[in-house]
């Protein structure tokens, strides 16, 4: 086996070492308290660290064996095979230790390096910590690793949307996280957040100081991507998306991401 390879496997055995190390305290702490605040917050932490690790493993596929086994230990079956609700939280973490077990196991075979080579043929899954929803960081992560890559591609009409619906998420997270009642005062028009305009979601997080001005730059096919879309959310015939119209709303995404995390 390659050294690299070695390397890798080595890097991600330690990795999942201390993923399961941290998933038998929580085990342990659920089983003996299910409605513990602090290991419930700390479990969610660790269900997303395991998340990222095992889409790296599986190269960014949904449909990878390791990939369906860490979504398929979040639903609980019943003697029948159904989805049984109300499961225990410690029985999800130790269905997700055994997930990880998997993933070791694969990795200890010495002429098995499939696992971490599928994981080095993806983008690096972006971060974003800041959203305020963790349920869907991990979406985010890999539709702008769709993003950049379908630029890299040439694919500019998939790539701007994919930014446009990025950026339309995260606003609208930082939005619902100010609430109803400081969004009034700056202006927000009334109803729902889910049932205003792309347009109005960037004026009124500009106006309530979340962002800046750096929505200014959106090429007009950006701002007008929702009609790009028809009701199966495939693109229209609607023009042509311009190498430098994705690049630009792609940059423009860098920037609002930076306004709503200033550690970046």
Not at 41 to 53: P, S
Not at 95 to 123: E, F, K, W, Y
Not at 219 to 224: C, F, H, Q, V
Request: proline share 3%; charged share 20%.
């Amino acid at each position: 086996m390659e050294e690299s390879l070695q390397t890798q496997i080595q890097t991600y055995l330690s990795h999942l070492d201390g993923l399961i190390g941290r998933g038998h305290q929580l085990r342990d702490t659920l089983a003996a308290d299910p409605s513990n605040a602090t290991a419930i917050t700390a479990t969610r932490r660790w269900q997303e660290d395991c998340g990222v690790t095992i889409n790296q493993l599986s190269g960014g596929s949904k449909a990878h064996w390791l990939a369906r086994s860490f979504s398929e230990a979040f639903l609980m079956r019943s003697a029948d095979g159904r989805a049984a609700q109300g499961a225990a939280p410690a029985e999800i973490v130790q269905q997700l230790l055994a997930v990880l077990g998997q993933a070791v196991a694969t990795l200890s075979q010495s002429n098995d390096g499939a696992i971490v080579s599928a994981s080095t043929r993806q983008p690096v899954p972006h971060k974003f910590d800041f959203i305020h929803s963790p349920e869907i960081r991990p979406v985010l992560e890999q539709a702008y690793a769709d993003s950049r890559s379908a630029l890299e591609k040439g694919d500019y009409e998939f790539a701007m949307k994919t930014s446009c619906g990025i950026l339309e998420a995260i606003v609208t997270d930082a939005l619902e996280h100010k609430g109803a009642t400081a969004l009034a005062a700056s202006g927000a028009p009334a109803g729902k957040i889910a049932d205003w305009s792309f347009e109005t979601r960037l004026a009124v997080a500009e106006k309530a100081a979340l962002i800046r001005s750096g929505c200014a730059r959106l090429p007009a096919a950006a701002r007008a991507y929702r009609d790009r879309m028809n009701a199966e959310g495939e693109g229209s015939s609607n023009g042509i998306i311009s190498e430098r119209d994705a690049k630009t709303t792609g940059q423009v995404l860098h920037v609002i991401m930076r306004d709503l995390d200033p550690g970046r």
